[in-house]
């Protein structure tokens, strides 16, 4: 069964940035899609950013970080990344990663393998 452990979150200020890391364990992560999910105080988890597996390695974003975040995955670290720029206090939430036990997930709702998550606050 895959692990995945998420860090780097924090307390940043508005404008800042972060890079959130998932590693994984029990499994090979180049052979899956990848996303990150977040889920802020009272509202539901959402999809903000995933990548496919090792064939293409394309990238969707929420309409939500476009142009603010960048998901990549390093294969020698068995690694994903989220690269969070100019951030703003609606992005404090709860990240977490998530892999898909299908070949080429279409919907949010095709990951179902879980980490723990990571705290990410953006206040001044």
């Known amino acids: 069964q895959v692990q995945l452990v998420e860090s780097g979150g924090g307390l940043v200020q508005p404008g800042g940035s972060l890079r959130l890391s998932c590693a994984a364990s029990?499994?090979?992560?180049?052979?899956?899609?990848m996303a990150w999910f977040r889920q802020a105080p009272g509202k539901e988890r959402e999809g903000v950013a995933c990548i496919s597996s090792r064939r293409d390695n394309s990238t969707y974003y929420a309409r939500s970080v476009k142009g603010r975040f960048t998901i990549s995955r390093d294969n020698a670290k068995n690694t994903v990344y989220l690269q969070m720029n100019g951030l703003k206090p609606e992005d404090t939430a709860v990240y977490y990663c998530a892999t898909s036990s299908i070949a080429t997930p279409e919907e949010w709702t095709d990951f179902d393998s879980w980490g723990q998550g990571t705290q990410v606050t953006v206040s001044s």
């Open positions: 029990r499994v090979t992560l180049d052979h899956y899609a």
